[in-house]
């Protein structure tokens, strides 16, 4: 089946910025949706960012819009999320997601496969 491999994890101070990367192999990556979902400690899984089987429709999570950027480059087979302006508060583990269709949604539920995650620390 598909595999999803993040990286680009790691410790940040608050105001930072980090780049995520997550590639993929073993499917059609081009005509998936895909996104981040990131999970704090003691929290559930949340949605972060999607984006659409083309790199177009971004979609973030109000607490994330306007710091975080996500985008594909399918020659690559990688999505990227630039996050910048990073708070404590974004502290958590980050998952890339792949969904089998065009577009993707912002509940776990809705995605087919996923990454092992990479952890992202923000210091105050």
């Known amino acids: 089946q598909v595999q999803l491999v993040e990286s680009g994890g790691g410790l940040e101070q608050a105001g930072g910025s980090l780049r995520l990367a997550c590639v993929a192999s073993?499917?059609?990556?081009?005509?998936?949706?895909m996104a981040w979902f990131r999970q704090a400690p003691g929290k559930e899984r949340d949605f972060a960012a999607s984006i659409n089987y083309i790199g177009r429709s971004p979609r973030y999570t109000d607490s994330v819009k306007g710091r975080f950027i996500i985008s594909r480059d399918n020659a690559k087979n990688t999505v990227y999320l630039q996050m910048n302006s990073l708070k404590p508060e974004d502290t958590a583990v980050y998952y890339c997601?792949?969904?089998?269709?065009?577009?993707?949604?912002?509940?776990?539920?809705?995605?087919?496969?996923w990454g092992q995650g990479t952890q992202v620390t923000v210091s105050s």
């Open positions: 997601a792949a969904k089998k269709s065009a577009y993707g949604g912002i509940f776990t539920q809705d995605y087919d496969y």
């Open positions: 073993g499917g059609t990556f081009t005509s998936y949706a």
